[in-house]
């Protein structure tokens, strides 16, 4: 019973380089989404889908791309990698917008 | 955007105690949950409440929807060491208006 998958659990990067954070769920959710957890500021919605092929912006989207093909898989792209984007990533999904929320392990992403 | 308010921030108790901690908003939602998060973890989620004067239990903890739809809180009895960590809450109005977190309230026992 996986639930929330993420990967990688760590990553360094350097400024301007990109990379791709993995999400996926094996529970038929519909909605997925991705928030950054920066010390005493709580968890912040960076995108969210609300199904396949339907994407939209939360409260920090800046920097940060997503995409959803498929119900299972909502992976963040980050285009070019800045230091302020050092933070902890989580995914996160439900069945609807709404209702209880589950979230994977995180990745701990740190940019020099 | 909205924002939660979590109080206290952290709190210091002796195995045994009760806890208290609440979460106030400026908004009413129809949603409140609660996380637990351990350190290197994601959160985890403790209980859902979705009507106002709700009160559901999960072992030990108790939580509550306030009647004013703007507050929420939880309750943890005889706490134990491994209740360690930052609690959240999290509140929802509806479909197409997404969770808002509150900062945390940061726990720790002490034998």
């Known amino acids: 019973n996986a639930g929330v998958t993420q990967t990688p659990k760590f990553q360094v990067l350097k400024t301007g380089q990109s990379m791709t954070l993995q999400c996926a769920q094996d529970m038929n959710h519909e909605y997925m989404s991705w928030y950054r957890q920066d010390p005493g500021m709580g968890l912040r919605l960076i995108h969210y889908?609300?199904?396949?092929?339907?994407?939209d912006q939360g409260e920090v989207p800046n920097g940060y791309n997503v995409s959803r093909s498929t119900t299972e898989d909502f992976p963040l792209r980050l285009l070019s990698a800045a230091p302020s984007q050092t933070s902890v990533y989580f995914c996160?999904?439900?069945?609807?917008?709404?209702?209880?929320?589950?979230f994977g392990s995180g990745t701990q992403l740190s940019v020099l | 955007g909205q924002q939660l308010n979590q109080s206290p921030q952290s709190m210091f108790i002796q195995e045994g105690e009760d806890v208290s901690m609440n979460c106030t908003s400026s908004s009413i939602f129809n949603t409140w949950l609660w996380y637990k998060q351990d350190p290197g973890e994601g959160p985890v989620l403790l209980i859902a409440?979705?009507?106002?004067?709700e009160l559901t239990s999960n072992g030990r903890l108790t939580a509550q929807f306030g009647i004013t739809r703007k507050d929420s809180f939880l309750n943890i009895s005889a706490s134990i060491p491994s209740d360690v960590g930052i609690y959240f809450c999290a509140g929802s109005y509806n479909y197409g208006q997404n969770f808002v977190f509150g900062p945390g309230t940061r726990l720790s026992v002490l034998p």
């Open positions: 409440l979705y009507k106002a004067g």
């Open positions: 996160a999904s439900s069945y609807s917008g709404y209702e209880k929320l589950f």
């Open positions: 889908s609300v199904g396949a092929g339907i994407t």
